[in-house]
């Protein structure tokens, strides 16, 4: 990608792969699952031409940057902390953040540890959901949605991991991220992407090209998924060591932005949190809603 540039930071004890571009006030874009920096590409060079100094990692566990193997390396205090002295090292001024999916998870940790580190958010897919001091999150997840809810099924290490070896890894990505399927997924065991039955290679939708899932197949060849996954497998870890942020609030300029078919909008209970009050409630400073339908934008005013 023109004018875009590579280099690697020491932060938090590993080093840590970036892509930059442009000059001016900073903006971080955080990836999501299984993305890399790569996915903000187009975002980079339009944002660097307006004045902004536009960075996006891989995050610990992708691409260029460190994976540490243990899933107790990825908990929310250390990938906020990564952010962190990534903030520093870039001269240690508030960001505007722009993160998606994972991502936007990150992001709201990052907003409620150190919101002096951000300027505004904007989130896409990924609401703020505030902890639930009764259950941890796979035992709720196993609850309502069954034990082959995907997060469930991600959490034993090594299982998921050997069951993929029997997708190429290009036919792999453009299933998940492409699937439209609405509602909570669920992987079954004999195929969990449901792959094997398909008698033609999926389509690719005219936003990714096949030079753009080339990168994508490349990198992942030769890192796997497993530190991808560790930040499942560090859920019920975060809910501990996050007792101490029960009930608190995000006050950090928020917008929220969201398909109509994506797969967290469409869980049960979703819509009625962001538009029902709650969402407004835990984030007060939540300017606004943007629900994408199809290839209109439908703007709604925050509750």
């Known amino acids: 990608m023109e004018g875009i540039e590579h280099r690697t930071l020491r932060v938090n004890g590993i080093d840590m792969h970036i892509a930059e571009k442009g000059e001016g006030p900073t903006i971080l874009f955080l990836h999501g699952f299984p993305e890399l ?10 944002l660097a031409a307006l004045g902004y100094h536009c960075v996006a990692p891989d995050l610990r566990g992708y691409g260029n940057t460190d994976a540490p193997p243990s899933p107790t390396s990825y908990t929310c205090l250390h990938v906020v902390g990564d952010l962190v002295a990534l903030i520093e090292s870039l001269g240690g001024k508030p960001v505007y953040l722009v993160a998606h999916d ?29 902890r639930n001091p009764k259950m941890k999150p796979i035992e709720t997840m196993r609850a309502f949605f069954g034990e082959d809810y995907y997060m469930c099924r991600f959490q ?27 509602g909570p997924p669920c992987l079954p065991k004999s195929d969990p ?17 096949e030079e753009d899932l080339k990168y994508n197949v490349e990198i992942f060849d030769q890192t796997g998924f497993t530190g991808a996954f560790n930040y499942y497998r560090a859920l019920d870890l975060n809910w ?26 469409t869980t049960p209970g979703l819509k009625e949190y ?9 984030v007060p400073l939540l300017e606004e809603v943007v629900v994408m339908e199809g290839l209109q934008r439908c703007c709604q005013e925050a509750s």
Not at 37 to 46: A, E, G, L
Not at 111 to 130: I, N
Not at 193 to 209: I, V
Request: charged share 20%; proline share 7%; net charge neutral.
């Open 240 to 265: 501990e060591l996050t007792a101490a942020w029960s009930g608190v609030q995000v006050n950090v300029p928020v917008i929220y932005v969201v398909g109509d078919e994506d797969m967290v909008y």
């Open 37 to 46: 920096w790569y996915t903000w590409r187009h975002q980079i060079q339009s």
């Open 156 to 182: 034993e290490s090594g299982v998921i991991e050997a069951e993929l070896k029997s997708y190429e890894t290009g036919e792999l990505l453009k299933k998940i991220l492409t699937d439209r399927k609405p």
């Open 193 to 209: 992407f449901q792959l094997k039955g398909l008698n033609a290679p999926l389509p690719l939708p005219t936003w990714l090209s």
């Open 274 to 282: 962001v538009h029902g009050g709650g969402f407004k409630k835990d």
């Open 102 to 130: 994972w991502g936007a998870m990150i992001g709201w940790y990052l907003c409620m540890f150190r919101p002096d580190k951000v300027k505004a958010y904007a989130c896409m897919s990924v609401p703020y959901r505030p």
